[in-house]
């Protein structure tokens, strides 16, 4: 499966953005998905997953109560929400699909297929 990320710019501090994640090869719906940043000189940090059975989700700490992972199984894609951005945000954000079996994953190992990854510059 081929994933394609988009959406990322430069946003201020308690803006809003939507980033989102298409897919091409395969149908997302039989995967989990995960939304991941990495920023400079850090680890890359599962922020968002998504489980392939209905109702499982995780958020990190960082983001709960701001950010919301989504699918539209009909457009064959993956969204990030993201509200309330602060600097600390600013990231490349990776989307990632994880076949297997039914759970939601937050580890990176768990991803099989990646995007390329898109800029999130949250300014103060």
């Known amino acids: 499966v081929q994933l394609q990320a988009s959406g990322g710019g430069l946003v201020q501090a308690g803006g809003s953005q939507r980033l989102s994640c298409a897919a091409s090869?395969?149908?997302?719906?039989?995967?989990?998905m995960g939304w991941f940043r990495q920023a400079p000189g850090k680890e890359r940090e599962c922020v968002a997953a998504?489980?392939?059975?209905?109702?499982?989700?995780f958020y990190a700490d960082s983001v709960k109560g701001r950010f919301t992972i989504s699918r539209d199984n009909a457009k064959n894609a993956v969204y990030l929400q993201m509200n309330s951005l602060k600097p600390e945000d600013t990231a490349v954000y990776y989307c990632?699909?994880?076949?297997?079996?039914?759970?939601?994953?937050?580890?990176?190992?768990?991803?099989?297929?990646w995007g390329q990854g898109t800029q999130v510059t949250v300014s103060s």
């Open positions: 090869g395969r149908t997302l719906s039989n995967y989990a």
């Open positions: 990632a699909a994880a076949p297997g079996p039914p759970g939601v994953y937050s580890r990176s190992y768990n991803y099989a297929y």
């Open positions: 998504l489980g392939n059975s209905a109702g499982y989700t």
